[in-house]
């Protein structure tokens, strides 16, 4: 099934899904005022106590068959803003968020891309992944090696679409697929990444890993030079030498509460125990998604400003 793709007033590419509102009343009764406001105190020190803890997943929620695990997500493009070179006319970036249902295999995937990328990586996915109807023990890997494959696509347009006088540009993109609620095929290139909160902790899943984390890949990552491009830089600007894109599988488990997913223009100004501290309290990953790209703003970042967030419940 090839949902009917659809862009709002602002060019994002979304590809939506039904959502189910449950409401859940309570009904205190008794004569006694006493209960009401015991309630109330416990309500309060709850509400505080997610402020500083976060959510968790509870083990219910975790032993839950996968297609009942409840996927929320929200993002935030920040436009017509002032970057590098002191120009604001420049072509923001593009989100996409599409979910397919494969007999029994519930999909997801997300991605930010930057205007040189535009719609190229997605398209390659449409066609050479999402139409080809994959049994769930082949996802991972087959997903792993298209998404390197289109990337790497990408690439070689942009460089056979650059002009002699030109060197090197600098092109940013991070994408992620969620496999039934339990497993990640994560892709990035250049300074756009993925970050994991697990519990409070904040988890890079670029080239730059952290080892310490303790937290491994579960299948080969693919390191490539990418050539460096960014749009909206101006001439005489210093490039980069190169970008790299990073392909990896990584799985959900109970300690897995949201993901990050970001441009440069929020990694430049904050690091990534920074942003997931600033987010983690916030169960709309709406609110969170603007939350976090009003701070790059505060900051004063100097580049495109993109984010995504999806939580686990």
């Not at 997903?143 to 390197?148: A, P, Q, S, W, Y």
Request: contains cysteine; glycine residues 8%; proline residues 2%.
């Amino acid at each position: 099934m090839q949902p009917q793709s659809q862009k709002n007033k602002s060019g994002h590419i979304f590809f939506p899904s039904e959502n189910t509102h449950f409401i859940v009343s309570d009904q205190i009764v008794g004569e006694n005022n006493m209960g009401i406001r015991d309630f109330h105190i416990k309500l309060k020190a709850f509400r505080v106590k997610r402020f500083f803890f976060g959510r968790r997943r509870n083990k219910w929620s975790a032993n839950k068959p996968s297609w009942m695990i409840p996927i929320s997500h929200g993002h935030h493009v920040v436009e017509h803003h002032v970057i590098k070179g002191g120009s604001d006319d420049s072509e923001f970036d593009s989100v996409v968020i599409q979910r397919e249902q494969m007999d029994h295999t519930e999909l997801w995937y997300f991605g930010i891309f930057d205007a040189e990328v535009g719609d190229g990586v997605t398209k390659y996915m449409q066609s050479h992944f999402f139409d080809k109807k994959l049994k769930e023990c082949h996802m991972r890997k087959k997903g792993k090696e298209t998404l390197k494959r289109a990337y790497l696509g990408v690439r070689t347009k942009i460089r056979e679409a650059l002009k002699p006088e030109e060197e090197t540009c600098r092109i940013g993109s991070t994408s992620v697929m969620v496999i039934n609620g339990e497993k990640l095929v994560i892709a990035n290139m250049g300074d756009y990444r993925t970050v994991l909160c697990r519990d409070g902790v904040a988890y890079q899943t670029t080239g730059r890993y952290n080892l310490s984390a303790k937290r491994n890949w579960y299948s080969r990552i693919f390191s490539v030079r990418m050539i460096a491009c960014e749009s909206g830089m101006t001439t005489g600007t210093k490039h980069s030498k190169g970008s790299e894109l990073v392909v990896g599988g990584d799985r959900i488990d109970s300690d897995t509460e949201f993901l990050i997913l970001a441009s440069n223009g929020i990694w430049e100004v904050m690091k990534n125990q920074e942003a997931v501290n600033l987010i983690r309290h916030i169960e709309d990953p709406q609110e969170a998604a603007e939350c976090l790209a009003k701070e790059a703003l505060i900051r004063m970042s100097k580049s495109n400003i993109s984010c995504l967030i999806i939580r686990f419940d």
